[in-house]
């Protein structure tokens, strides 16, 4: 039967406040449950009064008692604020951010790993920022009974409500619950808040990111009538076999509880019992079904019906672990997924709803279909959203202790007994918080926290209490307690490995069978900080080499940046160290597919491309299309299949070919004839065919004609035009200068500075991060260092020879290494070819060289043109395309001014290279072109040097020189994921080997 809950007396209220070195939760909150949608609730944000302390000790003793006393006469909204000391806040919010830094003491500070305080259990540092939060409210009305709800408050908080001390909170990112039963006043009441920066509980919150304290999730008011509704526990599964739904709702009221579910005919079901449905729609992340019910206390004996009601959505769902595989209603499930932390630019961890809507929005349309909710659980609202558009959710619990690393795990927190009920309280607050969410399909206990007998504990709780859902943890390596074997950053070819069973054996012979048993997922992969992520095709071809690997989640989704305005009003986006930490861990926080203006970076493309729902490939000869269904349930009857074939850069000719519906997991075949008859008719000129998956209708997360997929076939390369097939456009090859050392220094007037040979990038934060891999040996130094101690920044060119024959002009240049034998010899033979002027190149490296190099290109300068003129390609486009990064990357013709070319990452870096160029037109002034075409080439245009692009720290740093800066690549280097993960792969390195090619150049 429904429990009830006795009212707390006076008596059971805690008697003194919670010390901040006490390794237990803080008392005085009710237990864990469900987030449930109240029908009466009183939003508690807004403008709150605030004042700050740099210690606890600092605050007056009686402060609270005073600030709790009715506003005198003439203070009125200023109360408290006799002296002044006193200021606006805005609640939800961090103080940090409001202009509360107590001269830099309680600055924002980012560390990954390392805490910004010693490692001295449980205390914590005397320099305490500590806030006291004053809120005077007038509710207006008798409210007898009544819950105050505070869903997140960093890192440590007291509570008082008209001068009576409720209790505390921990556990930052987790709901706090005080019954305020008899304490609420129907005129003015004063709620006081004081939150410390730094409590025993945070080395529990050791989590990747900016440590901001202050109450940033809202606080509220929730009325109780007399008969209420504590919690819920919705268990709604589904049997796919049959197609039934099975659903039991458990209940915690003041009387019994009925439930209401009228689209499936279920009227006062009693809590506690089962009903069989005998048809149901399942819930999935393509197909989130959602059934409206209605959970409430059933009347009194006295027949009156002032219960409490309380509306719920629930999805029906089994997830299920079975031959290796997880299980979405008897279907196999693979993430597509992100990591995603809760960041605003300017309002740090207080996210707008709104912002939160749209962020899962985009993800949807960039084919993601599931998160992990690093490293905590997100805003309870945000669940709704992901029930609502379906996303899945791996639900994480509030905890980290990553800083223990540098101790080598002594003293961790995960294997001490004393931090067992601090342990047991966060997942439990976890669990019961977020417990009736369709979407979320696996419980996370926390992050990179090593592994120790509190995990156990965990788990144990875990499963006890809900055992529809398997348990996640990447740090028990060898599913000691879990379910699901976890890793990070693993190398594709350990995928494929593992999908195939072939892992070194555990130890113990029974873990290792458990653990062979069990599905593979990637927690966190294909690190998305700066230019990248690269390598995305092979991960994808591992998930889905094997059942048993099911998916992973990239890091991450959003970058971390805050906006900072320097003394000179200069606007940046910031990152660890910009606000004078004494510890921090630097760039490491700007990683993100979308910016923290949630602007997509080119790598959420390349993602949407790998995460396609359905794989298009177009036959060689035309003869049909393929379509590989990816899908978890849907069939592509819910796609329009549109191709376009399109000459000389133009659409020539589009329709729509008939298809029938693919099922989910299944490949068919569609007739090609329209689209190949279009191809034919273009006879010898250039063409692109295209065929695009467009959604038919209307979904929760985009409009009709969106594009979920697409193919492309491009015939095979043809042979440059001789030059007798080029018909005159322009001026003759023949106005071409050339110096002494053989360099072309214009072309038809048009001049080309610094004409030479490059081989230097500015390096990326995966160049930063990575260890170049040699057969048996790795260099202890990252591939950036490895290039800056090679001196590839800083070659120096000596002219071998230089020979002129008419109008031909041979040179040899030799670019050293400083110090060192190795150096690149580059021969250049420039001849006319008609209205073109040839350039054959070959560059060959000289001595032993023992890592890639960069790129082997050649660069020049041209005088600067208007900023609206376009330039223009055929090749890969529309974005950004590296060797290991053109999923996205789409052959045709496209135009962009040079600042649309550019990639605003917050740590200037190699950025916006074009790739697949067979031509190039670059403004030269004057409406004229400087154009270059070639077979395959890559190119960037700038508005700065690449030194200049490499010396900056910050975006604004960087200042257009009044030239036009051009790289013309003929290979490169890939970008892969080593910031975090593995070094670019062996497919993609650049190796020092001989290269040749031959480009030409006019004026148009």
Known sequence: MPSTTPAPSAADRPATVHPLDDLRPAPGALPAAAALPREDTVDLSGTWRFRLWSRPGDVPQDLVARVSEAAPAGDGAGWPDRAGDWSDIVVPGNWPLQGHTLGGDSAPAYTNVQYPFPIDVPATPDLNP?????????????????????DGVDAAGTVWLNGVHLGGTRGSRLATVFDVDGLVLPGENVLVVQVSRWAASSYLEDQDMWWLPGIFRRVTLEVRPERAVEDVFVRADFDAESGAGILRVDAVADG??????????????????????????????????????????????????????????????????AGGRLLLNGRPLVFHGVNRHEHHPDLGRAVPLETARDELLLMKRHNIDAVRTSHYPPDPRVLDLADELGLVIVLECDLETHGFHLTDWVGNPSDDPRWEEAYVDRVRRTVERDKNHASVVMWSLGNEAGYGRNFRSMAAWVHERDASRPVHYEGDHELDSVDVWSAMYTHPDDVLAIGRREEPPLDDPELDARRRAAPFMLCEYAHAMGAGPGGLAEYIAAFESSDRVIGGFVWEWLEHSLRQTLPDGTVRLAYGGDFGERVHDGVFVVDGLVSSDREPRPGLDELKAAYAPVVVTIADDLSRVTLRNRQHVLDTSGLDVVWSVSVDGAVAASGT?????????????????????????????????????????????????????????VP?????????????????????RFDDAGTLTSLADVGLDEFEATFWRAVTDNDNGSLWEREGDTEERTQAQMWRDSGLQRLESRVVSVERDGDDVTALHRWGVLSSDRSLDVLTRWRPDGDRLRLDVTVTPRGTWKTPLPRIGLR?????????DLVTWTGHGPGPSYPDARLAARAGRFESTVAGLQVDHVRPQENGSRGGTTSLAVPAGDGRSLVVEGADFAFAVRPWSDEALDAAAHADELVPDGATHVTVDLVRHGLGTAACGPAVLPAYRLLPEPVSATLWFSVR
């Open 657 to 713: 070919l008939e298809s029938a519906a693919v099922a989910a997991g299944e490949t068919g075949d569609l007739d090609a004839g329209p689209l190949r008859d279009a191809v034919r008719a273009a006879g010898e000129k250039p063409v692109v065919a295209t065929v695009s998956l467009l959604l038919a209708g209307d979904r929760p997360w985009a409009a009709r004609g969106h594009e979920v997929a697409w193919g492309q076939w």
């Open 256 to 321: 019994p509880v009925l439930v209401d579910v009228p689209e499936l005919g279920i009227t006062g079901l009693a809590a506690d019992e089962t009903v069989t449905v005998a048809s149901v729609e399942p819930w999935t992340g393509e197909t989130p079904r959602l059934y409206d019910a209605v959970v409430r206390v059933a009347p009194g004996a006295d027949g009156v019906d002032d219960g409490e009601r309380v509306a719920l959505r629930i999805g029906f769902r089994r997830v299920e672990i």
């Open 860 to 868: 020049f300068a041209l005088p600067g043109a208007p900023a609206d």
């Open 716 to 736: 095979a390369p043809a042979a440059a035009r001789p030059a007798a097939e080029v018909a005159p456009r322009g001026p003759s090859a023949q106005e071409a």
């Open 130 to 150: 500590t806030a006291v939060h004053v809120l005077r409210f007038d509710v207006g009305r008798d409210i007898p009974r009544a819950r105050l709800r505070f």
